[in-house]
């Protein structure tokens, strides 16, 4: 498998009226062609920030990036804007959270599913007509010819996802971006949704990037998972690694707190504390004010994002010693195994 | 003087400067005739209101009539002259003055020969008999009919005799047959309400020939007005323009600036910058633009003598010395009028001046001695209108009635509303400001009019001090059955008479008239009565 | 659709009956009676009587009401002035168009310049533009129209000497009695007015077009329109300007309706015989009818404006349904 998008040390810096607010602190990763890359953290955590750099969506005029987004090799930060338009929505086609305000109101959606394919491809009225029924077809909206030249406030919400989706795949991309696409949506509707990307990204072969705070959609969809707190990557790895073996306190509270099904938990764990001011961040490790394992080295160096040693394609940021993650992970899973049993 | 006066009176509340007349400049002052004078081309005239109608039997506003001087025919008119030939009374397409019965009750008029309408028609007696018939029918609604109250019987009795019968003799009769709803009309004129519009068939020296109802009008040549003939010739007068066009709408401030930058050639202005007129063009020069003409029409403080505070003479002679005149005067603006005490307007036919009360100032000793015990409470109520001179004037007056013990209460309307509270009997007022503009240079057109007590009604009133005095009116009807230079000493020794002794009035200003021209107006006259001479102008080359 | 019609259209009639009653109460309060100014004022009693006869005025004035309302729907006559007798009805459609030519100029000129400036500002926020945008808003909305109107009258018409200084000229059949005519003298002597009016108004739609475009410009959709691929050019016109021009059609709408009543001052200033300019005249002299017509004429427009507005919008919004 190739390596399609590669991302190094990328930092992104937003100049607001209280001072400069850093989203985007040093996060590297890759994604290979075809794959699910799972993007977990919480609000504000820098994970939605990454991707908006990656296609070049923030406010020139406030931000500033450095670092390097090789997409194919070719550094998307140093790209001129009209190749950014070439490849957005054509290479790289995004799909946000809230289908309600992401259509625009005034156009059909057919209007709008055209317009994402002519942008790039000289193709007629009626052929883009076609495709766009096509897609429509694909994603799942029965009769599309009765429902293309409708309005979004007609449809639903998992309707418009599903709009969504079939604007972002209309140009079969070699990426999608999917930033918390199925938050706004219920859970019914959720799993429907998950179920139609995977089945596409099966079909057009696209590698999706998926934005979610929510471990379990990317325990059912992602083949490799980003943890990201404060702006930073503090664990990084195959999906049954990280699930298996976490080796960072965040993500541990993250799984403590996940609500399953399959398990009577008598109360969820909520990780204690407020994410943190990216305007004044904490010194050190910046999960260290609500960390229950904090040491004063966390206060004052940062930990870097270190390979394991038996899975060098697992890594985490955390100045505890191996063996006591070790112990406090197996004790994690064992709660929840309990649980089960 | 009807809806002609208070739409005088706006146009002075509002600034009323009107057309101007200039002679021509040359070294002789010349009379018409000068062959200097150019025949031909046109001038624009600026008019911040329309015609009301084209109908002589309709028409009331001043400047409807000062059109119709230079397109109508009547059996008498005012020569189209400055000065005192304006004030004579002249036969028009009458043969000479009328042959007037012994009992003074039948007027028999000959009417000329070779007068023609515009559209060639001759003119003939029954053209004036169908402006009377106009001027009656119900239909028409016409305020000529005020003016026809004591007419028994008209008729045209052949092409060439026309004869009125009047119920009681009236030294006015000739007069008002000058005002233009008696001139020639053809006899198929229809009678209907909404009256005649262009184009406009008359037998004066222009007609009519388009009017854009609140836009514009157009006035030509009447092709049958022969100058060099007889009758016209011996009128003396032409006309000399081939066109004059009215344009209506734009107000004083920018019709100035029109003028001046000659895209009209006769516009009104703000009062306010009459000086900075007079400056910048000098007043009345020969080929001058800027012109102060003496009006016929006057402003008085009227009091009410029905009311307890001026029923007493003494009262009212004390207000008369009270007032600064020269004060109240200047509130009309620069140049606007000439002091005066009298009721007669200086430029009247029969004025005849006597130094009654002060023109200087305030005379309070001799105003006090006649206040004295006099004056009951001492509360008065003075209505005035509330734009222009009307509030300096009321607060001048409350300060000098102050000091002879008179506590005046102002209160300012709109001017029509002002007016038409003073003029219904019984208003709760003392004192209240008006004027009056002739209707026709006859004395009686003021004293009679306006202070004949026996004229009063219960509304609509002009006799606004409601003053009645039996001896006075005695003095008027005689006055009114007289006739030339006899007619012009009663009446001159009667203004002088009820000014000093009984004093229901207290006039203060003889207005004068302010106007301004384009550097293309070669020569004009304008008179009091007519306002510009169309038979008079023309336009330099 | 055409149950929301009627049910406008009956409520258009009951704003028209309070208008006119509430002019006709209004007129009637005013203590002047305009069968004497009508009659002259050496009139005898009557004389007066006799026009008020003839002019209906001696009836109550809910009688007078009545029989004006009747005429009106049964002729679709709004009657005649007592001033000078002429049909109300000639009088509104002579000025009228006068009035419109001002307004619908005076707008297009508005729009071309306010929208442009309001898009340029909201694009570069804070910037030098933007400032000297709002303070031309500021200087707009606070000056004068008469002061604005004779200010240019002065300058630019006389001392300048680049347009007339007032006056104005028919387009088709021009009379023989005007001094100017045909298309070019009209458009010369309506610059000044257009843009009189266009200052006046362009100053609220600068500052609005800058509002909605730049919280257009937060929108989700438009951010979605640019992770499409779709160049700048295309984002403003097919994704922010097509929804942040939307509530101008409602603006504008509005404005032209309550503009076609009389932009009275300007039409004094420049001697545009339009509805202004009769409306004055009519309220100077009493005309009670020639006053109506105008009061009425401007509440059809308003009116029809405002439901022309609401059809547009709901035919431009897809999510307006008209209930």
Not at chain 2, 73 to 84: D, R, T
Not at chain 3, 266 to 277: A, H, K, R
Request: proline content about 6%; aromatic content about 10%.
């Amino acid at each position: 498998m190739a390596t399609l998008l590669e991302v190094r040390d990328l930092r992104t810096q937003f100049t607001t009226d209280d001072g400069i607010v850093g989203a985007v602190d040093g996060v590297s990763f890759s994604v290979d062609s075809g794959q699910v890359l799972g993007i977990v953290g919480e609000s504000g955590s820098g994970k939605s920030v990454t991707c908006l750099t990656l296609m070049g969506l923030n406010d020139p005029r406030s931000t500033t990036s450095t670092g390097e987004v090789l997409f194919r090799g070719e550094d998307l930060l140093k790209a001129s804007p009209r190749r950014l338009r070439e490849i957005r929505g054509n290479e790289i086609a995004m799909i946000f959270q809230d289908p309600m305000t992401s259509l625009n109101p005034v156009h059909s959606i057919g209007t709008q599913l055209e317009e994402a394919l002519t942008l790039h491809e000289n193709v007629t009225g009626k052929q883009a007509r076609a495709r766009a029924l096509e897609m429509l077809m694909a994603v799942g909206i029965p009769r599309p010819e009765r429902r293309i030249d409708d309005y979004p406030h007609q449809f639903s919400g998992g309707m418009r996802q599903r709009v969504m989706i079939a604007m972002a795949l209309i140009n079969s991309p070699d990426l999608v971006i999917a930033d918390e696409p199925t938050t706004a949506l219920d859970v019914t509707t959720q799993a429907q949704i998950l179920s139609l990307l995977k089945r596409l990204q099966d079909e057009f072969g696209s590698a999706i990037i998926m934005i979610t705070h929510d471990l379990g959609v990317v325990a059912e969809t992602a083949d490799d998972v980003v943890v990201m707190y404060g702006a930073r990557i503090v664990e990084r790895g195959p999906v049954d690694a990280i699930f298996s073996q976490p080796r960072h306190p965040y993500t541990w509270g993250l799984m403590g707190s996940l609500p399953r099904l399959d398990v009577a938990v008598e109360r969820l764990e909520q990780i204690p504390g407020q994410p943190p001011s990216l305007l004044r961040p904490p010194s050190g490790c910046r999960f260290h004010p609500r960390c229950r394992y904090a040491m004063a080295k966390c206060i004052s160096d940062v930990p870097p994002l270190e390979q394991i040693e038996y899975d060098p394609r697992h890594s985490q940021a955390c100045h505890l010693d191996e063996a006591t993650k070790a112990r406090e992970a197996a004790a994690l899973l064992t709660t929840f195994s309990e649980a089960a049993s | 003087m009807t809806r002609r006066i208070w739409a005088s009176i706006a146009m002075t509340a509002i600034g009323a400067s009107l057309l101007a007349a200039s002679l021509f400049a040359g070294p002789a002052a010349g009379s018409p005739e000068a062959s200097a004078q150019r025949v031909g081309g046109s001038l624009t005239v600026t008019s911040r209101s329309d015609f009301d109608y084209v109908d002589p039997s309709l028409a009331y506003f001043s400047h409807s009539w000062n059109m119709m001087a230079a397109t109508n025919l009547g059996l008498m008119y005012y020569p189209h002259q400055e000065g005192a030939a304006s004030t004579r009374l002249t036969p028009m397409a009458s043969q000479g003055m009328p042959r007037v019965s012994s009992n003074g009750r039948i007027y028999t008029f000959t009417i000329k020969q070779g007068f023609r309408f515009s559209n060639g028609q001759p003119v003939t007696a029954a053209n004036f008999a169908r402006a009377f018939a106009r001027g009656l029918a119900p239909a028409m609604q016409s305020p000529a009919s005020s003016f026809l109250d004591d007419v028994a019987s008209y008729r045209a009795v052949n092409a060439r005799t026309f004869r009125v019968v009047l119920e009681r003799p009236a030294g006015d009769f000739l007069s008002r047959m000058s005002m233009q709803f008696f001139t020639a009309v053809p006899t198929n004129t229809p009678i209907a309400a909404e009256g005649i519009k262009a184009p406009v068939i008359s037998a004066g020296p222009y007609h009519i020939r388009e009017w854009n109802e609140g836009r514009s009008a157009l006035m030509v040549r009447n092709p049958h007005w022969r100058n060099n003939q007889e009758p016209f010739r011996s009128l003396g007068f032409r006309n000399y323009l081939n066109e004059v066009r009215w344009i209506v709408g734009a107000d004083p401030a920018t019709q100035r600036l029109q003028c001046e930058r000659g895209e009209a050639d006769i516009c009104t202005f703000p009062p306010a910058q009459a000086k900075e007129l007079a400056d910048q063009y000098g007043i009345n020069r020969p080929n001058g633009r800027f012109f102060r003409k003496q009006q016929t029409g006057n402003w008085y403080l009227a009091m009410n003598t029905q009311r307890p505070l001026f029923r007493n003479a003494n009262a009212r002679k004390a207000v008369s010395h009270a007032i600064d005149r020269r004060f109240m005067v200047a509130q009309h603006g620069f140049l606007a009028g000439q002091r005066s005490d009298q009721f007669l307007p200086l430029s009247m036919p029969g004025f005849k001046q006597a130094n009654i009360y002060s023109l200087r100032g305030p005379n309070y000793d001799r105003a006090r001695q006649l206040a004295q015990g006099n004056v009951g409470d001492g509360k008065a109520v003075f209505y005035t209108f509330n734009v222009s001179q009307g509030p300096p004037i009321a607060q001048s007056v409350q300060f000098n009635l102050q000091r002879i013990g008179i506590d005046v209460e102002i209160r300012q309307f709109d001017r029509v509303v002002q007016h038409e509270k003073a003029a219904t009997r019984g208003e709760p007022f003392d004192l209240t400001l008006e004027g009056w503009l002739m209707d026709y240079p006859d004395p009686s057109n003021f004293i009679n009019v306006l202070l004949d007590g026996r004229r009063i009604q219960a509304e609509n009133n002009v006799n606004v001090s409601y003053f009645n005095n039996a001896a006075i009116n005695r003095q008027m009807d005689r006055a009114q059955r007289l006739t030339g230079q006899a007619r012009l000493n009663a009446y001159g020794n009667l203004d002088i008479n009820i000014i000093r002794n009984h004093a229901p009035v207290a006039p203060y200003i003889s207005s004068a008239a302010r106007i301004l021209v384009s550097a293309k107006v070669g020569g004009f006259k304008y008179t009091s009565l007519q306002g510009t001479l169309w038979t008079q102008v023309f336009a330099r080359s | 659709m055409f149950r929301y019609l009627v049910r406008r259209l009956l409520w258009a009639g009951v704003l028209f009956i309070a208008v006119t009653f509430v002019t006709y109460i209004i007129f009637f309060l005013v203590p002047a009676n305009p069968a004497r100014l009508a009659a002259g004022q050496n009139a005898t009693p009557e004389h007066i009587a006799s026009v008020e006869e003839f002019l209906g005025l001696d009836r109550p004035f809910y009688v007078q009401y009545y029989k004006f309302l009747r005429r009106l729907v049964t002729e679709g006559s709004l009657g005649h002035s007592f001033l000078n007798r002429r049909s109300v009805n000639e009088e509104i459609y002579r000025a009228a168009p006068v009035t419109a030519s001002l307004v619908f100029g005076a707008m297009l000129l508005v729009l071309a310049v306010s929208v442009p400036i309001g898009i340029l500002s909201a694009l570069r926020p804070r910037s030098l533009l933007d400032r000297a945008a709002m303070v031309y808003v500021l200087i707009g909305i606070s000056l004068p129209s008469f002061w604005i109107a004779l200010v240019l009258s002065y300058l630019v018409g006389y001392r300048l000497g680049w347009t007339p200084i007032a006056g104005y000229c028919e387009v088709l059949s021009v009379p023989e009695a005007s001094t100017c005519g045909g298309f070019t003298d009209w458009v010369y002597h309506m610059i000044l007015p257009w843009l009189t009016l266009a200052i006046v108004v362009a100053g609220t739609y600068v500052r609005f077009v800058r509002a909605e475009v730049m919280e257009t410009m937060t929108q989700d959709y438009v951010r979605t329109a640019r992770a499409k691929g779709a160049p700048e050019r295309r984002v403003m016109r097919a994704h922010i300007l097509r929804n942040a021009m939307l509530p101008i059609v409602t603006i504008i709408g509005l404005d032209i309706g309550i503009l076609l009543g009389g932009a009275i001052f300007i039409e004094q200033v420049f001697g545009l015989p339009g509805l202004g300019t009769t409306a004055i005249n009519a309220i100077g002299q009493f005309d009670l009818p020639v006053l109506q017509g105008v009061v009425i004429f401007g509440a059809i427009a308003i009116i029809v404006f405002t439901l022309i507005v609401d059809l547009l919008y709901a035919w431009i919004d897809p999510r307006i349904r008209l209930a």
